[in-house]
């Protein structure tokens, strides 16, 4: 998965919590100052990444994240490390 495609995602669960278009959301828009997101969006953002993705990220991972580009690197570390964990697992057995 690309980083364009999980920013794009991450854009429309910004956009069905919040109802600004799709095309109205940039990557470095700042939720709060720019999005005008209030704490229980960005919860149910946040939430809803974390879903999507099967991350199982803490509450403190998730309020330090301030606009779709940092959220989309935590997404893709994130992916990476279960890739790399599931790999481990796989050789094992």
Do not use: F, W
């Amino acid at each position: 998965m690309t980083s364009e495609e999980i920013k794009g995602r991450i854009k429309e669960i910004i956009s069905s919590v919040s109802n600004i278009p799709v095309e109205e959301i940039g990557d470095e828009d700042h939720y709060v100052e720019d999005l005008n997101l209030d704490s229980l969006s960005l919860l149910e953002i946040g939430v809803d990444v974390d879903y999507h993705y099967r991350l199982g990220l803490v509450e403190e991972e998730m309020r330090s994240i301030i606009n779709v580009t940092q959220a989309a690197e935590l997404v893709a570390a994130r992916l990476a490390a279960q890739d790399a964990g599931s790999s481990e697992v796989a050789e094992v057995a």
